[in-house]
C-alpha cells in the first residue's frame, strides 16, 4: 500500500510538471508569437534571419514587418496546439515537431549571427534570450514521444 501511495504522488507531481511546462512553453510562445506582429521585434530578428543558411533569402521576397508577422503566426499556431493537445492528445506530435523545428533554428542563430558571441571578464556571453529554446526544444523532444494516452 505505501508503494502504491507513493507511485501515485510521483504521478500526480509527474503530470503538474508536465502540465506546467506545456501551459509555460504555450504560454512564452503565444506571447512571443503576438510580439513578433510589432516593428520593434520585427527589426531585432533581421539580424538573426537575414545570417541565416535556412532563412537569409525571405528578405528579398517579403518585407521585414512580414516576416516577422509569419514567424508570428507560426509560433502562435504551436502555442494553441500545445495548449489543445491537453484536451486532443493527438496533437502533441504536430506541436512537437513544430517546436523541435522552430527551436533548433532558433538555436542555430547563435552560431550563423555575426556578433552574437562575447567575451565579458573572461566569460563567453551571448544575448540570453535565445537560451530558453535550448529548453523548449527538449519539452518538444519530449512531447513528440509522449503516447497519445497520456
Not at 504522488?9 to 508536465?18: A, D, E, P, R, V
Not at 486532443?88 to 547563435?110: D, N, Q
Request: aromatic share 14%.
Amino acid at each position: 500500500m505505501v508503494g502504491t501511495v507513493q507511485k501515485s504522488k510521483q504521478n500526480l507531481s509527474t503530470q503538474i510538471g508536465y502540465c506546467i511546462s506545456l501551459f509555460g512553453a504555450a504560454l512564452i510562445l503565444l506571447w512571443i508569437g503576438i510580439f513578433k506582429f510589432t516593428p520593434t521585434e520585427a527589426a531585432a530578428i533581421k539580424p538573426l534571419v537575414e545570417n541565416h543558411f535556412l532563412t537569409f533569402f525571405v528578405y528579398k521576397i517579403m518585407s521585414v514587418q512580414a516576416v516577422s508577422n509569419l514567424i508570428g503566426v507560426i509560433e502562435i499556431i504551436i502555442a494553441l496546439l500545445l495548449i489543445f493537445s491537453a484536451k486532443f492528445a493527438f496533437l502533441k506530435r504536430y506541436a512537437g515537431i513544430g517546436m523541435i523545428v522552430t527551436f533548433l533554428v532558433t538555436l542555430s542563430y547563435l552560431f550563423t549571427t555575426p556578433g552574437m558571441w562575447k567575451v565579458v571578464d573572461g566569460v563567453p556571453v551571448t544575448d540570453f534570450f535565445i537560451l530558453k529554446d535550448l529548453m523548449l526544444l527538449g519539452f518538444g523532444l519530449m512531447i513528440v514521444q509522449t503516447k497519445n494516452n497520456e
